[in-house]
């Protein structure tokens, strides 16, 4: 059963950073397109970051210029970091692996960003 499994969320002041990470159980996780996602409350989940298996990236506006994604394909493992954060940010932030037609989601970390 694959399972992805998010941590590094929680509390964090405006302007502070953190890092979240994914780690994956998938036998070719080099080959999946990982992602983060976040979903705020009453809005609809949203792309924030994804890195392809070449290592190409791609960043929501909101983010552009304050977050890298990078991965670790040895450790299976996909990171989020976030920098100059906003109480916008405050959000469930979810890891999702894609490949030809097959998908899978964690079960997301709560970022909080609050004085």
């Known amino acids: 059963q694959v399972q992805l499994v998010e941590s590094g969320g929680g509390l964090v002041q405006p302007g502070g950073s953190l890092t979240l990470s994914c780690a994956a159980s998938?036998?070719?996780?080099?080959?999946?397109?990982m992602g983060w996602y976040r979903q705020a409350p009453g809005k609809q989940r949203e792309l924030v970051a994804s890195?392809?298996?070449?290592?190409?990236?791609n960043y929501a506006d909101s983010v552009k210029g304050r977050s890298t994604i990078s991965r670790d394909n040895a450790k299976k493992t996909v990171y989020l970091q976030l920098n100059s954060l906003k109480p916008e940010d405050t959000a469930v932030y979810y890891c999702?692996?894609?490949?030809?037609?097959?998908?899978?989601w964690g079960q997301g970390t709560q970022v909080t960003v609050s004085s």
């Open positions: 890195i392809r298996s070449g290592g190409s990236t």
């Open positions: 999702k692996a894609d490949f030809s037609s097959s998908y899978y």
């Open positions: 998938l036998i070719s996780f080099s080959m999946y397109r």
